[in-house]
């Protein structure tokens, strides 16, 4: 329905900032969440934040809340996620998802079913 595309990543020293920027394109209505994931090697993959474009709410995990944000731009049919005094913990590669309202998703997160994934952006945080 909808095609993610992600671009920012890079590596960076601790306390680095980036900004990852998710594009949207295709002609589906509004999606009822966007999602940003990650997932290093070995690791499952684990939601980072969400935000609800419909109302612009966002809410990110306790271990990044401090140092991340999420934003849209409407008018570029993109969201970004603001990654500030980035730790090597923070390693990772970071993904986008969609949730278009389909009945199933590849991945469900505080109700928020995800159904269509970017293909991923490598954020690498050295010591």
């Known amino acids: 329905q909808v095609h993610l595309v992600e671009s920012g990543g890079g590596s960076v020293q601790a306390g680095g900032s980036l900004r990852l920027s998710c594009a949207i394109s295709?002609?589906?209505?509004?999606?009822?969440?966007m999602g940003w994931f990650r997932q290093a090697p070995g690791k499952a993959r684990e939601g980072v934040g969400r935000?609800?474009?419909?109302?612009?709410?966002?809410a990110l995990i306790d271990s990044v809340e401090d140092r991340f944000t999420i934003s849209q731009d409407k008018s570029k049919n993109t969201v970004y996620l603001h990654m500030n005094a980035l730790k090597p913990e923070d390693t990772a590669m970071y993904f986008c998802?969609?949730?278009?309202?389909?009945?199933?998703?590849?991945?469900?997160?505080?109700?928020?079913?995800?159904?269509?994934w970017g293909q991923g952006t490598q954020v690498t945080v050295s010591s």
């Open positions: 935000i609800y474009p419909g109302n612009d709410y966002t």
């Open positions: 295709g002609d589906t209505d509004t999606p009822r969440c």
């Open positions: 998802a969609a949730d278009i309202g389909l009945k199933y998703g590849t991945l469900e997160w505080y109700g928020c079913k995800f159904s269509d």
